[in-house]
Nanobody, 122 residues
Framework: QVQLMESGGGSVQAGGSLRLSCAASGNIDSSVCMAWFRQAPGKGREWVAGIDSAGSTKYADSVKGRFTISKDNAKNTLYLQVNNLKPEDTAVYYC????????????????WGQGTQVTVSS
């Protein structure tokens, strides 16, 4: 079993920053993609960023240059540094993982955390 738990969300003004964390536990495969998705009110779950076992990263165009994904393998913890936040970044942010390479479609991920709320006011 793999369990994921997000934290670090909050309410900030436009231009602010947060660091989101995702703690993973259980039987985690050695070759995995760990990723962040987000879901805004009334919207579907949207790809944000991912990092594979080799450290290769991918970002959605909407967050490139503002968000940074990283991980601490020893702690099995995933991070998302979110800078220069905009109101359109307001969403519940979820972490997830899958074996192998990263994919930008949520249906290919089987494990999800509870999510952490990020609210950005103008």
């Amino acid at each position: 079993q793999v369990q994921l738990m997000e934290s670090g969300g909050g309410s900030v003004q436009a231009g602010g920053s947060l660091r989101l964390s995702c703690a993973a536990s259980g039987n985690i495969d050695s070759s995995v993609c760990m990723a962040w998705f987000r879901q805004a009110p009334g919207k579907g779950r949207e790809w944000v960023a991912g990092i594979d076992s080799a450290g290769s990263t991918k970002y959605a165009d909407s967050v490139k240059g503002r968000f940074t994904i990283s991980k601490d393998n020893a702690k099995n913890t995933l991070y998302l540094q979110v800078n220069n936040l905009k109101p359109e970044d307001t969403a519940v942010y979820y972490c997830t993982l899958r074996s192998g390479f990263c994919l930008a479609t949520p249906v290919f991920y089987k494990n999800w955390g509870q999510g952490t709320q990020v609210t950005v006011s103008s």
